[in-house]
């Protein structure tokens, strides 16, 4: 069978990451791996081509499509399943990924077939092997045997039985990065201008209140064996690696395996993943470790620099952690990229606040500014669903308020856009961008992701309010 993989772009409101970063589509590349020997495999990337579906459907008619979404994709993966329905109209339609599985609602529209919850690799083989051999001209396909999808019935989806996730994550296969070659040139991380993806777990079992990874693995973590790791890393052409981990060094030991590894066996890369502060500071001599081998930057969040605030997303930190985190990393020359959450009332003073935080602290190379976002299925989403100002999902991209804010949001858009524009010019020294032995041309491509940002923070107030008054105007 022609079985088609499709990751849609973003929507064409949506801003912040969307414009400096592209990352391999890595779960695709994983479905592709254990269906490359069984079926005939093609993977489209409309992040970076959105033109490639339109070309891939002249020359190959897919019998199965599937899409991946995250919150910011809810639109566009209907659209791209529209496509490719006009052009098969007999092709069965998955929808899968992170927004699919915790928040399969989003989802119910007639032009997906099946919603798959979870990981999918064993779910998608035996979806294609009831396809292939499951009908014949007397008894339609029944897809109700196999366990964690959402089958169309009418206008609702029936559940299957649910598919536990896996305790680990190694008898998944390697990517199938082939599918993407033609596209990799093309991946990017800020101002590495070549980056590869590796997901070395999956999940977080602290509770933070607006944090939907905790959602998608049910508050446990899915590790991967390092051995398995090594032998990834190792065979990567690109030499800056995105550890895409929701919490990367929940398990001490197996960093410090890993580590040692890549140590012994010399292989030199650069690195960037996330971690809570809590554990550089309990973990100094893993993350000295992780230093020599690479380790430039780390995520984490620090979310409200007062602990009362703190206290009430869930987070779990205790005071003055984060202190002892930035001590750790900028005396071993790790940087930190540090997200705060924007509250609705904030004023000028607020972020200067912050400004005056981040100038004690060498370490904190990238500052990011995140309006508390109910992403769906989180606690947060439970407790404040009826006073979101839109379900517009390309607005879930952590860059825009969909709570009524006390500070006008026109202001709120302006204070985050100079605040931005500050920490522009931070990463430049912070960074060394400016000296000449680190330039790139790649910073060009950059630096106009940093302008449409710039542009779309200005009129962010506009655009939500007029999709909210269209809402209002359909409604009535």
């Known amino acids: 069978m022609k079985i088609l993989l499709i990751n849609p772009p973003c929507g064409e409101l949506t801003i912040g990451l969307k414009n400096l970063t592209k ?12 269906l490359k020997d069984r079926h005939q495999v093609r993977l489209v990337d409309m992040e970076v081509a959105p033109g490639d579906l339109k070309r891939m459907l002249k020359d190959f ?15 566009t993966a209907k659209q791209a399943l529209r496509l490719c329905r006009m052009a098969a109209p007999r092709c069965l339609t998955l929808v899968g990924g992170h927004q699919a599985t915790v928040w399969p609602e989003d989802f119910n529209d007639p032009i997906v077939d099946i919603i798959v919850c979870g990981e999918a690799t064993q779910t998608i083989i035996e979806i294609c092997d009831a396809r292939q051999y499951g009908a014949n001209i007397y008894k339609p396909i029944n897809f109700k045997h196999i366990n964690g999808i959402m089958i169309r019935d009418g ?16 008898d998944q296969p390697m990517p199938d990065r082939s599918l993407t070659k033609k596209y990799r040139s093309e991946y990017y991380y800020l101002w590495e201008k070549n980056v590869a993806a590796v997901r070395s ?41 995105y550890l895409c981990d929701d919490h990367a060094f929940h398990d001490p030991e197996r960093m410090h395996k890993l580590v040692d590894m890549l140590l012994s066996k010399n292989i030199k890369k650069r690195y960037f993943t996330y971690a809570r502060v809590d ?10 470790l992780w230093a020599r081998a690479g380790l430039q930057l780390v995520m984490s969040g620090l979310e409200s620099l007062d602990y009362e605030t703190l206290k009430k997303t869930g987070k779990r930190v205790e005071p003055g952690r984060d202190i002892e985190a930035l001590n750790i990393l900028e005396e071993l020359g790790i940087g930190m990229s540090a997200g705060f959450l924007v509250e609705d009332n904030f004023t000028a003073k607020d972020f200067q606040k912050i400004d005056d935080f981040v100038a004690k602290h060498p370490a904190i190379i990238l500052t990011e500014y995140t309006p508390l976002t109910p992403l ?55 960074a060394g961008l400016y000296k000449p032995k680190n330039w790139s041309w790649h910073y060009i491509k950059m ?11 200005g009129n962010a107030h506009k655009k939500i309010d007029h999709v909210v008054s269209s809402d209002h105007q359909l409604g009535e």
């Open 23 to 34: 990352i391999e589509p890595l779960n695709l590349e994983l479905l592709g791996a254990v």
């Open 61 to 75: 008619t897919p019998d199965i499509v599937g899409v991946t979404s995250e919150a910011v994709h809810v639109e």
């Open 155 to 170: 206008d609702q989806f029936v559940a299957t039985k649910y598919r536990p996730l896996p305790m680990t994550l190694d």
């Open 201 to 241: 777990s999956v999940g977080c079992s602290f509770p933070c209140t607006f944090c939907s990874p905790r959602i998608y693995s049910k508050g446990g973590f899915i590790p991967r064996a390092p051995e398995l790791l090594l032998e990834e890393i190792e065979g990567l052409e690109e030499e800056f690696i």
């Open 279 to 288: 554990s550089i500071a309990a973990n100094k001599e893993l993350f000295a």
């Open 376 to 430: 769906p299925g989180t606690v947060l989403h439970r407790k404040v669903q009826d006073k979101l100002i839109t379900n517009e999902r390309q607005f879930y991209d952590l860059q825009h308020f969909l709570l009524p804010t006390r500070t006008p949001a026109k202001k709120l858009y302006s204070l985050m856009r100079d605040a931005y524009g500050r920490v522009v010019v931070r990463v430049f020294f912070r």
């Open 447 to 457: 630096f106009k992701g940093l302008i449409r940002n710039f542009f779309a923070l």
